[in-house]
């Protein structure tokens, strides 16, 4: 355990950062870190995309919830400037930079950005088919976006939402994972930094 601890400690005293040129030039593949990958052993990443709220959650200690002191490690090894972020769930692009390497606070932060507070375009809103329309709708009214007015006019629904309400009730942070082929068929082409987004509703 201190060796995976040691190994994605921060700093900057693991050789250089990767641009994007570099990464496609080198082809090099790159190491997730394992809180972003689900797999570490000692911590359970919890984060909800509607709030913005990081905790997390250790198998040994169920009794109470773990802080989240993980957020400057970086998110890959060797470390990228950047990472590009999609889900099957929604049709945004997530671009996170640093150039000093991209870390998991970096991940947790822009995606809050991206999701819990940039709103739905009309025109986005109106390619969803009629009943998930109707399903953003009933979420956005329930799930407290609306605040107190839910209690003084609960038959006014709200026009506009949130991109997070487009996810409705799948926004705690899953894992990344590499998916080569569902990548190329949403972008175009597949590339080391290009990660897939789980989510989920715990």
């Given at each position: ?9 921060p ?7 990767l ?7 080198l ?44 957020k ?5 090894m060797?470390r990228v ?8 769930l ?7 930079k ?81 998916k ?5 068929a ?17």
């Open positions: 355990m201190a060796d995976t601890i040691g190994k994605w400690a700093g900057s005293c693991y050789g250089p950062v641009t994007q040129t570099d990464l496609y030039l082809g090099t593949e790159l190491e997730l870190n394992p809180i972003l990958a689900n797999t570490s052993e000692s911590f359970q990443l919890i984060f909800n995309l509607s709030t913005g709220q990081t905790g997390g959650y250790n198998h040994e200690a169920r009794d109470r919830d773990t802080p989240f002191t993980a400057e490690e970086p998110a890959t060797p400037e950047e990472l590009i972020i999609i889900t099957e929604s049709p945004w692009c997530t671009i996170i640093n150039p000093q390497g991209v870390t998991l606070g970096d991940i947790c932060g822009t995606l809050f950005k991206e999701y819990g507070e940039k709103m739905v375009t009309e025109k986005e809103f109106e390619s969803l088919p009629a009943r998930l329309q109707e399903q953003v709708r009933r979420y956005a009214s329930s799930a407290g976006n609306a605040g107190w007015q839910q209690y003084y006019s609960p038959q006014v629904a709200p026009t506009q939402f949130r991109r997070v309400d487009w996810l409705r009730e799948r926004v705690f942070f899953d894992k990344l994972s590499r080569d082929s569902y990548a190329k949403r972008l175009g082409f597949s590339a080391p930094n290009i990660f897939v987004l789980s989510l989920s509703n715990y």
